[in-house]
């Protein structure tokens, strides 16, 4: 009740303290979320409004061989890119297009997986597939294909990354290498076991639960985190599913999510009350990746028909849908929901469409070599950039558009 009065006492002072002409009142909101809400990071600036973009110029930065999906931070300041092959995480600088930091893990003999031959094959534990970050960007969470669970790094910090390893609990160690100069650090992570060939996260917007996709498994884990202790997060609900799973869709408006089913033809519903599944929603074969804007459209990519699709989530209706090139992996959405990106693994091209009310209507199909598969967006006010993760190439392709 103290810490009340003491916000309303500060709130009715700085309405005192205001004068005439340009001075603006402040709101009772923006005071309690500066002094009850310290701990986290505020939202994004909010970006100019804008109906169109028009593609400018493409840039080729190298990172490796084997380099499987990326993720910018909350700000769009650092890119992370996961090089599966290379057993590392490269942080990319946004606005110097440099390397600042590698997270190489140390490689520790393990099974993977031969895609082609569909065959168990001798290989490493410590394959960075996807990542999320935590809703303050403090946890880069990050699956190990063959390591059967994610990890959790700080990226900030180093002090958090002190897990000993334990008869109950595994660690990776991790190396941090700063390109150009004889600096390292290292320190060991917790490994979090989910489930046989983990792949996508995601997560609660306020990063209370995390989901992990188990791709051999054919299960579906729930993590509650807890950012206070090691190992910052524990399974608290396995979801079993009727095929491979893949791509997950979060919606904490209506505490449901979806998780894609890849090896077959539906998407699993989930109460996140109860973390059980819901009910099985029917769509086309092969859904890979899947996202989902504030309106409560879900955006599938079918892998192998070749097609993108939006779905009404509240009914299950595929309201229209849109030819890609072959074999369309992740998909991303602009900020403002108007504008969808898609890779393209087999046909080197990355597609993009605006998204209208009732079809996608194409704004470019750009060439993009060595097997596209990761991507993710930066935006400021003048400009949007597609960051594109090339897995033969090894290359990062920077796609610009000028907004309208």
């Given at each position: 009740?103290?810490?009340?009065?003491?916000?309303?006492?500060?709130?009715?002072?700085?309405?005192?303290?205001?004068?005439?002409?340009?001075?603006?009142?402040?709101?009772?909101?923006?005071?309690?979320?500066?002094?009850?809400?310290?701990?986290?990071?505020?939202?994004?600036?909010?970006?100019?409004?804008?109906s169109s973009i028009e593609y400018e110029k493409k840039e080729v930065l190298t990172?490796?061989?084997?380099?499987?999906?990326?993720?910018?931070?909350?700000?769009?300041?650092?890119?992370?890119?996961?090089n599966l092959e290379g057993m590392s995480?490269?942080?990319f600088d946004q606005a110097s297009r440099k390397i600042s930091?590698?997270?190489?893990?140390?490689?520790?003999?393990?099974?993977?997986?031969?895609?082609?031959?569909?065959?168990?094959?001798?290989?490493?534990?410590?394959?960075?597939?996807?990542?999320?970050?935590?809703?303050?960007?403090?946890?880069?969470?990050?699956?190990l294909h063959n390591a059967d669970g994610i990890v959790p790094i700080w990226v900030d910090d180093y002090s958090k990354n002190?897990?000993?390893t334990t008869a109950e609990q595994k660690t990776k160690p991790v190396t941090v290498i700063y390109?150009?100069?004889?600096?390292?650090?290292?320190?060991?992570?917790?490994?979090?076991?989910?489930?046989?060939?983990?792949?996508?996260?995601?997560?609660?917007?306020?990063?209370?639960?995390?989901?992990?996709?188990?791709?051999?498994?054919?299960?579906?884990s729930v993590l509650e985190m807890?950012?206070?202790?090691?190992?910052?997060?524990?399974?608290?609900?396995?979801?079993?599913?009727?095929?491979?799973?893949?791509?997950?869709?979060?919606?904490?408006?209506?505490?449901?999510?979806?998780?894609a089913i890849m090896g077959g033809s539906s998407l699993n519903v989930v109460d996140n009350t109860t973390w059980k599944s819901e009910s099985i929603m029917n769509v086309w074969s092969s859904p890979r990746h899947i996202v989902m804007d504030t309106s409560g459209h879900l955006f599938v990519s079918y892998n192998s028909l070749g097609t993108i699709a939006c779905i009404d989530a509240a009914t299950g209706q595929q309201l229209f849908t849109a030819k890609t090139h072959a074999q369309p992996r992740t998909i991303v959405l602009s900020k403002n929901h108007k504008f969808i990106f898609v890779t393209c693994y087999t046909s080197d091209y990355v597609d993009v469409y605006k998204i209208n009310n009732d079809n996608f209507e194409k704004v470019a199909s750009?060439?993009?070599?060595?097997?596209?598969?990761?991507?993710?967006?930066?935006?400021?006010?003048?400009?949007?950039?597609a960051w594109v993760c090339s897995y033969s190439s090894g290359s990062i392709s920077i796609y610009s558009f000028k907004k309208k």
């Open positions: 009740m103290q810490t009340l009065f003491s916000l309303l006492s500060l709130y009715f002072l700085a309405i005192g303290c205001q004068t005439s002409g340009n001075s603006k009142k402040p709101d009772i909101e923006t005071l309690f979320s500066k002094h009850v809400n310290a701990d986290t990071i505020p939202p994004a600036p909010k970006l100019k409004p804008y990172a490796a061989g084997g380099t499987k999906s990326v993720i910018f931070n909350s700000s769009g300041s650092k890119l992370y890119a996961m995480v490269y942080e930091r590698e997270f190489k893990f140390t490689p520790t003999r393990g099974t993977g997986w031969d895609y082609n031959r569909s065959r168990p094959i001798a290989s490493f534990q410590e394959k960075p597939v996807e990542a999320c970050f935590s809703h303050d960007d403090k946890i880069l969470w990050i699956s002190n897990a000993v390109p150009g100069t004889a600096k390292k650090d290292s320190f060991r992570v917790p490994l979090i076991e989910t489930g046989k060939t983990p792949k996508v996260i995601s997560r609660t917007a306020d990063s209370k639960y995390l989901l992990v996709s188990n791709w051999h498994s054919r299960n579906t807890d950012e206070t202790k090691l190992p910052y997060a524990k399974v608290i609900s396995t979801i079993p599913v009727s095929a491979i799973p893949r791509g997950i869709a979060v919606d904490d408006k209506n505490k449901k999510s979806y998780i750009l060439s993009c070599g060595g097997h596209p598969v990761g991507v993710d967006i930066f935006e400021n006010d003048d400009k949007l950039e």
